[in-house]
């Protein structure tokens, strides 16, 4: 079973960061479900793939309940950096940003229940009896989250249209005044930055004319985070943060701010 594990490590590891939100949690929730099995007597597992995506998504069910209290601020998403915009491409696999803020809104159960059903095709009954619950139940929880999730705004697929909007952003905060910020915002758009939330163009401006002075003497270096157009942000060679867009109707709806150090280390190799 051990080396089925290593096998299915990496499916794993996807399935606990989509529950989880966070690659450090993934690992470590990886890493205690290799210590279970590893002490478990599987001489009698039929399925060893299903069977080993149930033991991970107890795992990660009982860290979901356990850190309600100390939630994580901002989810990881998965970063891909390139000197230039029309270097990166999205990938079909990817969980973006805004769907992951999102689920990080829903009750563990809902969470587990969509993840695993409408992502990696868990049948229902399987589902039901992690969560101590009926099938119909597992079903209903799903359909719930599933909701929350196409609820939420759509932003631009365009590529390209993304790239004009941050680099809108970028010639704004650093050549322009308050009006010119304003006017590369939606009207609601949103920053998010750790504990922070600010909402509307005019407060969001703002606040992002702080960058100015920061972000012409930054290495700014394009990426693709969670799906979405952004850039890091690098001080003297070192990663100092990074900085996701969402695009909706060709004005950024939404920025959402990384800059906790061992988060970045986590989520950008």
């Known amino acids: 079973m051990i080396a089925q594990f290593e096998q299915e490590r990496t499916r794993l590891r996807a399935i606990a960061h989509r529950v989880l939100g966070s690659f450090a949690e993934a690992d470590d929730a990886v890493q205690e479900a290799w210590l279970r099995v ?36 901002m989810p990881d998403p998965v970063i891909d950096a390139a000197e230039e915009p029309e270097q990166l491409v999205l990938r079909q696999d990817e969980v973006g940003l805004a769907m992951l803020i999102v689920l990080d809104t829903l009750k563990p ?41 196409q609820d939420r705004p ?15 952003f970028l010639k704004a905060s650093r050549e322009g005044d308050l009006e010119d910020l304003v006017s590369v915002l939606h009207p609601d758009v949103v920053l998010r930055a750790g504990a922070l939330e600010v909402t509307g163009a005019r407060t969001v401006a703002g606040r992002a004319g702080a960058f100015r002075k920061f972000s012409r003497s930054a290495e700014i270096r394009y990426a693709l985070i969670g799906g979405e157009a952004g850039f890091l942000a690098m001080v003297d060679g070192v990663l100092f943060s990074a900085m996701a867009f969402t695009v909706r109707d060709g004005r950024i709806a939404a920025i959402h701010v990384i800059q906790d150090k061992e988060q970045l280390a986590a989520i950008v190799p």
């Open 38 to 73: 590893e002490r478990a007597d599987t001489s009698e597992v039929e399925n060893p793939a299903a069977w080993l995506t149930t033991v991970v998504a107890r795992v990660c069910l009982n860290m979901l309940r356990d850190r309600r209290e100390h939630a994580h601020e």
């Open 109 to 149: 159960d809902e969470r587990l229940a969509f993840v695993l059903h409408d992502m990696f095709a868990v049948p229902f009954d399987d589902i039901a009896s992690l969560i101590d619950k009926t099938p119909a139940t597992a079903r209903q929880l799903a359909s719930r989250a599933r909701r929350r999730v």
């Open 154 to 168: 759509a932003p631009d697929v365009d590529l390209p249209k993304q790239w004009e909007a941050v680099n809108a």
